[in-house]
């Protein structure tokens, strides 16, 4: 009996511990501002929710009857959220509510986007919303890479239930500040109602919630899933939906009677099963009539409180969702929500008003769920697994054009356990992997160690995937890859998935370099001491083109030399064929001699230099791209600062995309790759400023560029004259010369030669006649100036002043 008493003592107080009461009352410690005017904001759906920031976990926002924001999880007394009286909505209902990047709140109220600094306590309006909407729809990344901070960005807002393909949607890539409408053309092709348009960057795809004849059924945007879509899946209400964080691809659809989860960001709908113990009990846990009053969720966790004081609670896996029902739940009332303040940690959130000082109390309870299921009376099978880690956790990895990478995770089980590792990507599509498991040694109790490996790369180099399977092989995206346990129990509560974020992209590491082993400078023909100077040079106003206006060169141009960005000019001889050898960087470690193709262009304009191929030697099936059909093609309305790289580059050995051959002898301008094309440079000395662009689609997803000069000597200076035309002079004189050698002789013989040449004899003895009469005088004229100059008293004549 004794026994019986103690057991049940322990029961009571493991129910007790589960959950700690405590009222968070701290008057107007909340902030020394004025309460705002304005009329108090509420939420329009019957249930509550706690909308937590992903990124910054204290940062959260209440929506119920009242709205409140916090910045500190609740630990201090609130007035509810004042909505300003300004923006004249009548009585402001919200019926959406999203964290965007940095303190941006975006809100839907009546039908409206607002835009709510939490730090400055500012309301504005989102511009570009011209019709009514509903809701609004994001995924938080946080990680402050280049594509997580776009990734965030990326916002829908819609009116859900409107009729399609006529409804109007709105996207915005700026945080919510601004929006614009998406292209009619995408939603041609949809008929019913929208249930929502969501970006679902776990799969690099838009997908599109449609309902028709009480079905609901995701579509997809982008290939190759544009041409197929998910399994339908029956639709009564309006249902909320949830796209957890982490870009794994779970999502939650909920209503007051319904409740569906996806593994796969809706491709398959998937019901939540109910289990007691060892055993499931149903198979669709909204078989049971239940009405939901609030939904929690993390990463990977999923509560449910319903209204006739039920709470569930589970985990959400890629290969089914199981929940089981707490015993003895925490007192709460209608204005009561729920949400996880971390793993296994399940919060009771209840506002209490305080007249006294016109602000709002909180009632918390947190429920510890390890300690929960610990109870015997539930029949939960111990965890299977006691250690799952891995370095690879909460990073963020980058998959390059043709890369690799090798992860790994530690896996110990239980004694005379056997647990199944489950290896999954949520981008099969982008992403594929291989994956090995050994043992490698035993634990000091004995517990056999094991090493799971996996290596990744991208699905195309795999060559095992159907070409309408694999996304297009040019376009950067992103797969979260996660190692769980396929048969983990129910109490591994704190032993969470391993998860990690792998980035199909631009490795921003990796730059490019011309290499520059003889110099201008090395060999002495410039000085790097003047270069540093302000040095400029000039360019001939024949030699170039102004690259601000298609009109001819007015003038010579003075280019000031940047020595600090392009160091000291390459050397290259004007007559021998050039190319630049190119030095691939990663991390600041030289990976290869780069064999991609890329193309030049002298940024100052100089036009003196050609090509060795044409598209005919060059083996073109298609006319070549070049730099004046690409500059055509940006006149056209194409933006101006768009170069000519990897993203609007058409190979012309590949016929399938280009243009007929018609003009088979003009230059092929592309340099690398198969062919052996190199630089010719004209008849000019001085220095080239080159900008250099890696156009190949399949090298790399960065837009690899680098900016080099190169300095032109040995060319002979121009001649004045066609060298044709002086090679004829040259022949005619040497001819008439030959011809007065022969001609001349023989008519002095003749009578009319003699008569010549006795002219040409008085001719000349008359000249030298004269010559010497000026020479003499000349003499004369000298000596009688010298004989006065001696005459004179005082010498030379003194000047007169």
């Known amino acids: 009996m004794l026994l019986l008493m103690l057991a049940a003592v322990a029961s009571v107080s493991r129910a007790q511990q589960a959950c700690q009461h405590h009222m968070v009352r701290t008057g107007k410690l909340f902030g020394s501002r004025p309460l705002a005017s304005g009329d108090k904001l509420s939420y329009a759906s019957v249930s509550t929710h706690v909308l937590r920031n992903f990124c910054q976990s204290n940062i959260a926002l209440y929506l119920g009857r009242h709205i409140f924001m916090t910045m500190d999880n609740f630990e201090n007394s609130l007035p509810p959220l004042i909505f300003p009286k300004n923006f004249s909505v009548g009585i402001p209902s919200v019926t959406s509510a999203f964290f965007a990047p940095g303190s941006i709140i975006l809100f839907v109220v009546n039908r409206r986007v607002y835009i709510y600094n939490y730090l400055t306590d500012k309301w504005s309006n989102a511009q570009g919303v011209k019709t009514p909407v509903s809701h609004i729809s994001g995924d938080s990344c946080c990680f402050s890479n280049r594509f997580c901070v776009e990734l965030a960005k990326s916002i829908f807002v819609y009116l859900r239930g409107d009729v399609l393909p006529g409804t109007k949607i709105y996207f915005s890539d700026n945080g919510g500040f601004s929006f614009q409408d998406l292209d009619r053309n995408s939603l041609n092709s949809f008929t019913g109602t929208l249930g929502g348009i969501f970006y679902f960057h776990s799969i690099s795809q838009v997908g599109i919630l449609v309902v028709e004849g009480g079905l609901g059924t995701f579509h997809y945007l982008e290939h190759p899933l544009n041409h197929s879509a998910g399994i339908p899946f029956t639709y009564n209400e309006p249902l909320d939906v949830i796209i957890k964080p982490g870009q794994r691809g779970f999502l939650i659809l909920y209503g007051q009677s319904s409740l569906l989860v996806s593994p796969n960001a809706g491709q398959i709908m998937q019901t939540v099963e109910l289990w007691e113990g060892k055993r499931r009990l149903l198979s669709d846990i ?42 003895n739940p925490p007192h709460w009332n209608d204005q009561t929500s729920i949400s996880f303040t971390d793993t296994g940690m399940l919060e009771f959130l209840t506002p209490a008003y305080n007249p006294k000082l016109l602000v709002f109390d909180f009632e918390k309870c947190t429920v510890n769920v390890q300690a929960v299921l610990m109870d015997p009376k539930l029949e939960i099978e111990p965890c299977n697994v006691e250690v799952m880690e891995s370095t690879m956790v909460n990073k963020v990895f980058t998959i390059d054009m043709n890369t690799k990478l090798d992860l790994s995770a530690l896996i110990i ?3 005379r356990k056997t647990p199944i590792p489950l290896v999954m990507v949520s981008n099969p599509h982008s992403l594929g992997f291989e994956a090995f498991i050994s043992e490698f040694g035993n634990t000091l109790d004995g517990n056999i160690k094991h090493k799971l490996e996996i290596k990744l790369q991208q699905q195309h180099h795999w060559k095992n995937a159907d070409h309408n399977f694999t996304s297009s092989i040019k376009q950067h ?28 992209g631009c490795d921003q590491t990796k730059k490019i370099i011309v290499q520059n082993k003889i110099s201008a400078c090395s060999m002495g023909i410039l000085d790097p001491v003047v270069l540093q100077k302000n040095y400029t040079y000039t360019i001939e106003k024949e030699a170039y083109k102004p690259v601000s206006h298609k009109a001819e060169a007015q003038g010579n141009l003075h280019v000031y030399y940047q020595y600090k960005d392009l160091g000291c000019p390459r050397l290259v001889y004007y007559d021998k064929p050039w190319k630049p050898v190119v030095e691939l960087w990663k991390d600041g470690v030289l990976e290869e001699i780069m064999n991609a193709e890329y193309v030049l262009r002298e940024i100052n304009g100089i036009i003196t230099y050609s090509y060795s191929l044409t598209a005919a030697t060059a083996n073109c099936r298609s006319q070549p791209q070049n730099w004046s059909t690409v500059q055509a093609e940006l006149d056209k309305g194409a933006d101006r600062t768009t170069l000519w790289n990897r993203e609007n580059y058409v190979s012309c050995h590949d016929d399938k995309d280009g243009k007929p ?83 001349i002789p023989k008519e002095l013989n003749t009578e009319k030669g003699q008569r010549c040449k006795n002219f040409c004899s008085w001719l000349f003895l008359s000249c030298l006649k004269i010559c010497n009469c000026f020479w003499l005088w000349g003499r004369l004229r000298r000596c009688l100036r010298s004989r006065k100059v001696k005459d004179q008293p005082g010498g030379l004549p003194s000047q007169v002043h």
């Open 286 to 327: 909204s078989s049971t009539g239940f009405a939901i009053h609030s939904v929690a969720s993390n990463i990977f966790e999923l509560a449910v409180l319903t209204r006739n004081n039920n709470l569930y609670y589970g985990s959400q896996s890629y290969l089914q969702t199981p929940v089981i029902q707490l015993p």
């Open 413 to 415: 089980p239980r004694r």
């Open 477 to 504: 995206s992103i797969s979260s890859l996660t190692v769980d346990i396929a048969d983990k129990t129910m109490a591994c509560v704190d032993l969470k998935p391993l998860t990690t974020l792998i980035s199909i």
């Open 661 to 743: 051959l018609l003009w088979p002898e003009v230059e092929y301008q592309v340099l690398g790759g198969r062919t052996d094309n190199k630089v010719i440079f004209g008849q000019r000395n001085g220095i080239y400023t080159f900008f250099l662009s890696v156009v190949d689609p399949y090298y790399s997803y960065c837009s690899l560029n680098t900016v080099f000069s190169v300095y032109v000597y040995g060319a002979l200076p121009m001649v004045m004259f066609p060298p044709v035309l002086s090679i004829v002079v040259l022949v005619v004189t040497m001819l008439l010369s030959i011809w007065l050698a022969y001609a």
